[in-house]
């Protein structure tokens, strides 16, 4: 039989526990929309980050465990810098798609314009940002080959060149934004052409929001250093069934 010695028993009782890893912290900006909900949702759901902190443009009560809401003034991202140091995170998601004016949270959200992208991924670099992934929706088939797999524009160019460790961008495919046409002429030649909508390829057709958060969700996790660029076929991949590891192989090793 063992005996244990109080005075060892004793001194392992005062010894601190060990501390666990600390989690990453995350900056969310866009979380609106079908898209932006769903990637909120399971980036917050994981609990691999603590906490998940959304830019918001006014007060709201965060009714999501481990979110929290950063107001944001009404200038653009270019004069945030101060802001920096109170929102500290290693980890930044960015999304484009407009808040719907049916849900109240989602008015009170700050959605960034693609236009501000070069200044928001700045400013996000400076709260110590890195890791970043940017989901970037595009009309379907209207995506020129040559930049599916590639850096489309200066300021995707611009944000590569700001020194993140890993950058994700993740073209996901959307129903095409069109105004409705006010004249008869215009409304029936729309019509007319909306035929050519069901020649695009099936590989360039939209996936359901939770889709495209999954593969955000696993490309943060499993990402190696450097850039990534998710084309609309790669997206589509991901979405069919028991496809999403098969995807990420072929994306990310």
């Known amino acids: 039989m063992t005996t244990v010695n109080p005075l060892q028993a004793l001194r392992a009782a005062q010894r601190p526990a060990p ?111 890195k890791t970043l992934a940017v989901v970037l929706p595009h009309d379907m088939g209207s995506l020129p080959q040559a930049i599916k797999r590639g850096l489309a524009t200066l300021d995707e160019q611009a944000v590569a060149a700001l020194g993140f460790e890993r950058l994700i961008f993740v073209r996901s495919a959307r129903a095409a934004q069109r105004a409705t046409p006010r004249h008869w002429l215009q409304r029936v030649a729309r019509m007319m052409f909306s035929a050519l909508s069901y020649m695009v390829p099936d590989q360039e057709r939209p996936v359901r929001p939770l889709h495209v958060a999954r593969l955000v969700d696993a490309a943060l996790q499993k990402a190696p250093p450097g850039i990534h660029v998710a084309a609309p076929e790669l997206v589509w991949r991901a979405a069919q069934r028991d496809g999403l590891d098969a995807a990420l192989q072929a994306w990310l090793e």
């Open 19 to 129: 501390r666990a890893a600390a989690l990453p912290r995350l900056l969310l900006a866009g979380a609106t929309g079908a898209l932006g909900n769903e990637v909120l949702n399971r980036l917050a759901g994981g609990q691999r980050y603590a906490p998940v902190q959304v830019l918001a443009r006014e007060p709201y009560a965060a009714a999501m465990r481990g979110v929290q809401l950063q107001q944001v003034p009404p200038a653009e991202p270019a004069q945030w810098p101060a802001l920096a140091m109170h929102m500290p995170a290693e980890v930044g998601v960015v999304m484009f798609e407009p808040p719907r004016t049916f849900h109240q949270r989602e008015r009170a959200l700050w959605t960034p314009e693609p236009q501000q992208l070069k200044a928001l991924a700045q400013w996000m670099r400076g709260c110590g940002v």
